[in-house]
């Protein structure tokens, strides 16, 4: 069995994992940040890479003490290295490579989205290539089809604001404080939703993107115009974004079904003195994937918390005649398990990195994936 330090620091959570290649979670430790962010009502990035700096090393040696472990019986060393807030990011990155150097372990750079993408296979030992994956989180709001380790094509993403940071705004406006999701989705439990006429974007539309930031607009009226409960705005805020994930689902479950793979074919880099450090598998080895139609619906990132979401997924997939896995809530969340876990994935492929990999605050799962039309300035 391998045994990789997986390390995360992309926004504001610090954490360290000591993982086993058999799936064994033999430590985790995580520092939050929310008490340091609250007064912000948001995450202030240089206040998120100092806090990194303070807790990281501890953590780590906390989960090696844990798991009963020295560094030295430690496989590989992994880390976030994007994307994210690039100040924390490099914090973990740098902190990855002075252990590696000094231990003389192999270091694997990690996308923290396929930290994501991965982590339901950490939990759920009978999920297999490929699956569908709904990666919605506060930075992301994404449909994945996940063919093998580093096999990703992006089916959509959102034009503007990501679902959990529309929970985010929805919280604030109803005054209920940071972080967003969790308030909201209690509140909404004594709201009707239905009280409150609420726009649906992108409903039905062609291509299976995401928008929200309509929606929040019209939550920003409903609460304006006095005339609601905060109650049933929540309800009715929370059954749109249902109601949109639900119906952008099917559309990428149509079109992951129905299209034929992409001829772009991601190249072959194993040239470990390439500082891009995206390390592509080989698409060929893996080509029957794209023909098949996933049999399992998965849910990722922090939204995944949310019970009326899991619910409806649940339903979705059972109506498609596809399982359904939600990893456990505390692997939906950032975490580091996910990280070392990915990095286990990585490692048994022989797929390392090379100390001079650069940080990277934007870094797409899928790099032939298009901009949705009507995209802002967001990846
Ligand atoms: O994956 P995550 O921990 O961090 C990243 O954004 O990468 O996701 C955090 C997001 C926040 O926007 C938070 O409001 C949302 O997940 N969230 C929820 C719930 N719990 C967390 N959204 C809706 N319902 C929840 N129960
Ligand atoms: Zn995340």
């Known amino acids: 069995m391998a045994i990789i330090l997986g390390i995360e620091s992309s926004c504001d959570e610090s954490a360290a994992a000591l993982i086993g290649s058999d799936r064994t979670v033999l430590a985790h430790r995580l520092a939050g940040q929310e008490e340091a962010h609250k007064p912000y009502g948001g995450v202030v990035p240089e206040i998120a890479a100092r806090a990194h700096v303070q807790v990281l090393t501890p953590l780590i040696e906390a989960a090696l003490k844990d798991a009963g472990l020295a560094l030295d019986d430690v496989d590989a060393i992994a880390a976030t290295a994007g994307p994210g807030l690039i100040g924390g990011v490099m914090v973990g990155l740098v902190t990855a ?41 506060g930075g992301h709001c994404q449909i994945l089809r996940v063919d093998g380790v580093g096999q990703y094509r992006r089916l959509a993403t959102t034009i503007d604001d990501a679902a959990g940071e529309a929970f985010d705004k929805t919280a604030k406006i ?50 304006q115009s006095g005339a609601h409960r905060p109650e049933d705005i929540a309800a009715g805020f929370q059954q749109a974004v249902v109601d949109c994930l639900v119906d952008r689902l099917e559309r990428a479950l149509a079109k992951s079904s129905s299209s034929p793979p992409p001829p772009f074919v991601p190249s072959v880099s194993r ?109």
């Open 97 to 137: 490579k002075a252990l590696a150097m000094a231990a003389g372990k192999p270091l694997i750079a990690v996308n923290h989205l396929e930290g994501h993408a991965l982590s339901p296979r950490l939990a759920d030992a009978s999920l297999e290539f490929p699956y569908l994956l709904l990666l919605v989180s």
């Open 271 to 379: 040239d470990l003195s390439q500082p891009s450090g995206i390390t592509s598998l080989d698409f060929a080895r893996d080509k029957r994937n794209l023909e098949t139609r996933p049999k399992t619906l998965v849910v990722a990132g922090g939204v995944a918390a949310n019970g009326a979401i899991r619910a409806a997924l649940e339903a979705l997939a059972a109506r498609n005649d596809m399982g359904f896995v939600a990893p456990p809530l505390w692997l939906c969340t950032d975490n580091a398990a996910m990280i070392g876990w990915a990095g286990a994935e990585r490692f048994a492929l022989g797929l390392t990195d090379p100390l001079d990999i650069a940080a990277r605050p934007r870094w797409p799962l899928d790099p032939a994936a298009e901009a949705a039309r009507g995209a802002g300035v967001k990846a």
């Open 174 to 223: 109803l005054g209920l404080g940071y972080p967003g999701g969790p308030r909201v989705e209690a509140l909404a439990r004594t709201g009707d939703p239905k009280a409150v006429p609420l726009p649906r974007p992108l409903l039905g539309s062609a291509e299976p993107h995401f928008s929200f930031a309509g929606l929040k607009s019209a939550v920003l009226r409903a609460a």
